[in-house]
């Protein structure tokens, strides 16, 4: 089973506060999400400063696209991102014009949706889906319970690879084991806290632990000496 990534969500309200805090971790986490709230204050230019940062980092504008896909992908693409999101609510000719502009298309899923609509957006060849705990939902006194775990299984047997978000913790990352999660994906629960480097390199060997991962560099050099790691 792969090792999920780590996803920092800078969902800060200006530019400036999202530089200062994505220096003390980018380096640390696999993908950098231009957050909904930060697109809607600096446009564009929030995506091109993170890309000139880290020019090898996985790049998400976290769009949230409801309609013309394509036009909203090309921007961000133009920007420097890797991949956008569309509403779990926008039509198939929207997902498949965004994703035809684009490296790939995550499926934010809030509300209400089916199986039945999710199977049409693998079936329009968009694998990626995003389940939340949303921050109005979190607010409101809810957390990650069994329906939710059940719901993102049967998401991963369908074919997706499903990332994971919404008031995560360290703590909560066990509640995942032994499923295949994709990403798991922090905001404030890195940003906000007293050592935002220490924050995100605890979740990351929290995943590496759950997970069973080891260094690859390792794997290949002990494999070419005659002996695995397990």
Not at 84 to 113: F, H, N, R, S
Not at 184 to 195: P, Q, S
Not at 206 to 213: A, D, N, T
Request: net charge negative.
């Amino acid at each position: 089973m792969a090792r999920p990534n780590l996803q920092v969500a800078l969902d800060h309200s200006d530019l400036p506060s999202a530089i200062k805090d994505v220096k003390n971790v980018g380096d640390i986490v696999d993908i950098i999400e231009v957050g909904t709230i930060l697109l809607l204050q600096a446009g564009d230019q929030a995506v091109k400063c993170i890309r000139a940062m880290y020019p090898d980092k996985k790049i998400v504008a976290d769009t949230k696209c409801a309609d013309a896909g394509g036009t909203v992908a090309e921007n961000v693409q133009k920007a420097g991102a890797d991949w956008t999101t569309v509403i779990c609510c926008a039509t198939i000719p929207t997902m498949k014009a965004a994703a035809e502009k684009i490296e790939e298309v995550q499926v934010e899923l809030y509300g209400d949706w089916t199986y039945e609509q999710a199977q049409l957006w693998l079936d329009a060849g968009i694998s990626q889906a995003i389940y939340h705990q949303s921050r109005d939902a979190l607010l409101a006194g809810e957390t990650w319970g069994e329906k939710d775990l059940t719901k993102v299984q049967i998401l991963i047997d369908m074919g997706f690879r499903v990332s994971v978000t919404g008031g995560l913790d360290v703590e909560t990352l066990k509640l995942f084991k032994g499923m295949s999660v994709y990403t798991f994906i922090t905001g404030r629960g890195i940003t906000a806290a007293g050592n935002p480097s220490q924050a995100a390199t605890d979740f990351l060997d929290e995943i590496k632990r759950i997970w069973g991962y080891y260094d690859e560099k390792k794997k290949k050099k002990s494999a070419s000496q005659g002996y695995f790691l397990v």
